[in-house]
């Protein structure tokens, strides 16, 4: 019992880095092994160990992603200082109502079939584990220490430094 609440903590505190950022840049594994990034909108209101996005089944990444479901999501605030790593697996699905629970203007602009649009998948990524870099010192004071790094050859404390691991073991 005392494993799942971790868990939910973990997801809470993944959720709280990422919910205002919502645009990832999900990189995928192209069929030659190269890797692509796009940017994505994340959909929902909470996060449970999935991530969810609207995608068109004619977008290379939908066929990157049937070919090898590897995917890795950044997400970054720079004004908060604050980026993210998650790395999961993504899967296409088609879920109607999974995909009304979603909707939103946001996702009619780019299908304006709305639900029923026949381009329109679900991608839900199962996070494996994120990390975060958070660093809360004043600008001016990290600028310091980066010219500092430089001058010293010692790299700057890049502020916190958190892995989150989602995998039940």
Same mark, same amino acid.
């Given at each position: 019992m005392g494993h799942s609440h971790r868990i939910d903590d973990d997801h809470q505190e993944l959720w709280e880095k990422?919910?205002?950022?919502?645009?990832?840049?999900?990189?995928?594994?192209?069929?030659?092994?190269?890797?692509?990034?796009?940017?994505? #909108?994340?959909?929902?209101?909470?996060?449970?160990?999935?991530? #969810?996005f609207f995608i068109s089944n004619a977008a290379p990444a939908a066929q990157a992603l049937a070919r090898d479901g590897r995917v890795e999501l950044s997400y970054a605030a720079p004004?908060?200082? %604050?980026?993210?790593?998650?790395?999961?697996?993504?899967? %296409?699905?088609?879920?109607?109502?999974?995909?009304?629970?979603? #909707?939103?203007?946001?996702?009619?602009? #780019?299908?304006?079939?709305?639900?029923?649009?026949?381009? %329109?998948? %679900?991608?839900?990524?199962?996070?494996?584990?994120?990390?975060y870099w958070e660093d809360k010192k004043p600008k001016v004071l990290q600028f310091a220490e980066i010219v500092l790094g430089a001058v010293t050859g010692k790299p700057p404390k890049s502020g916190e430094k958190k892995e989150l691991d989602f995998d039940e073991a």
């Open positions: 990422i919910g205002d950022v919502r645009v990832a840049m999900m990189t995928t594994v192209d069929a030659d092994g190269t890797l692509r990034s796009r940017p994505m #909108w994340t959909q929902g209101d909470d996060f449970d160990g999935r991530l #969810w004004d908060k200082d %604050l980026y993210d790593s998650v790395v999961g697996r993504g899967e %296409l699905v088609e879920d109607k109502e999974k995909a009304r629970e979603l #909707w939103n203007t946001f996702a009619e602009a #780019w299908f304006p079939g709305g639900v029923d649009d026949p381009h %329109l998948e %679900l991608l839900r990524v199962d996070v494996d584990e994120a990390e």
